[in-house]
């Protein structure tokens, strides 16, 4: 390859920069243009989040501020593979997740610094971090602390927390972690078929010892009683969900104790929407790309465990095939390998591209580098066996 077939840069100074010449002049030119057969939009906002930006930034930062000592992450700064393993090229410890090396790093001590993530951490690791008195750098997004003074709320007013997300996201975690620490309970729904076993349990139509039966481990409170915890019921959800899955679930719980309580449901519902701005507004820029469209198709680049990336993906829904990636690589030719939305299985596709000319949407998940989408952005244009020089503005 050469410079301009990539944007994933040799010298390391331009790497980190993540900044993708490509990119930038989409975003100039108004997120278009035509190459060949093809017309590329890209969303008006995708990519890196301020929150992510921002706790990238202070990795740096760490690394430049404490030169000689050990810099750790709890886990993954952000669920995207290509800037963690940037962060353990430059030196970064893992503590746990699929970048520690416990063998070769060892444990940690009270003179290293230690990175809570932007997801934030679970009350259990906070503690293990005061109690080491090691210098701690905490990134946590505040979009994050939003939801968490929400459900303390909850706690102190004797309602559970009903948490819209994945049980094991790191967020969630936190959210459930905190709640439990101050004698509250939570429970974990991922998704409307979850929300409906909830509101069944709450009517009556669902036994209470099936429900606790049919829960993932990890998904409710320790000595979660329903006839008990689902009494008084607040939501929040993880900041990275479908937002339009939020409102349904939050309309299904609200239904159902209306169904029980009848009209003083009020008395045993709140709720607040705690999506943040960025997921918002990338999943919107996706249906309003869809307008400009019409799309023959949409590329979400980003993480397989990005959860608002997998959410960007399913905001296309039954209109247009969306293909989640993880980058240039997944494409080859005729063969798209890609995360299945519905099974969540990586799978391939062949033939994925349309005969003739088409339009390619493009968007990006809050934890995926410029340089990532710029060279996927190349790599469907090879695809479709468009000449580099035949990129040009519209
Ligand atoms: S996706 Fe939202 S909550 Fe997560 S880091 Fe970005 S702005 Fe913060």
New binding site residues.
């Given amino acids: 390859m050469t410079d301009a077939d990539t944007d994933r840069y040799e010298d390391p100074h331009q790497r980190y920069s993540y900044k993708s010449p490509l990119i930038e002049r989409l975003r100039a030119s108004g997120g278009e243009l035509r190459a060949g057969r093809v017309r590329v939009l890209t969303a008006r906002t995708f990519g ?5 930006d ?2 990238v930034a202070m990795v740096r930062d760490a690394l430049r501020e404490h030169p000689g000592r050990r810099i750790w992450l709890l886990d993954q700064i ?1 669920h995207n593979p290509q800037v963690n393993a940037d962060f353990k090229e430059m030196g970064v410890c893992f503590l746990r997740g699929p970048f520690s090396e416990p063998d070769r790093n060892g444990g940690l001590s009270r003179e290293d610094v230690v990175v809570i993530p ?2 934030s951490a679970t009350v259990e690791d906070i503690h293990m971090l005061e109690e080491l008195g090691c210098t701690v750098v905490d990134t946590t ?4 602390i939003r939801p968490h003074r929400r459900t303390i709320k909850y706690v102190e007013d004797g309602f559970t927390t009903i948490i819209h997300g994945l049980v094991r996201h790191e ?1 969630t975690r936190a959210s459930c972690s905190l709640v439990a620490s101050r004698g509250g309970h939570y429970l974990v729904v991922a998704e409307q078929t979850e929300a409906q076993r909830v509101c069944d349990v709450i009517t009556g139509a669902l036994d209470k010892e099936a429900f606790l039966a049919g829960l993932s481990p990890g998904a409710c409170s320790e000595g979660f009683d329903p006839d008990l915890h689902l009494e008084h019921v607040g939501t929040i959800n993880q ?2 969900m479908l937002a339009s899955e939020t409102r349904e679930i939050e309309a299904m719980v609200r239904a159902a104790l209306e169904a029980r309580h009848g009209e003083t449901v009020g008395e045993h519902f709140r709720e607040l929407n705690t ?5 918002q507004e990338n999943q919107d820029s996706v249906l309003e790309m869809s307008a400009r469209g019409p799309l023959d198709l949409l590329v979400v680049v980003g993480g397989y465990d990005s959860s ?1 990336t997998k959410n960007l993906t399913r905001v296309g829904g039954e209109e247009f095939p969306s293909y989640h990636v993880l980058g240039p690589e997944a494409i080859d030719g005729d063969v798209i390998r890609h995360r299945s939305p519905d099974t969540g299985e990586i799978v391939e596709t062949r033939g994925w591209l349309p005969d003739g000319a088409f339009t390619v949407g493009f968007t990006a998940g ?2 995926t580098p410029d340089t990532l989408l710029g060279d996927t952005v190349r790599a469907v244009l090879a695809a479709a066996d468009v000449p580099r020089e035949a990129v040009t503005a519209p």
């Fill in positions: 890196f989040c301020w929150g992510v921002r706790a952000i932007a997801f997004c505040p979009w994050v967020e900041t990275t999506i943040c701005r960025a997921t608002n809050a934890s």
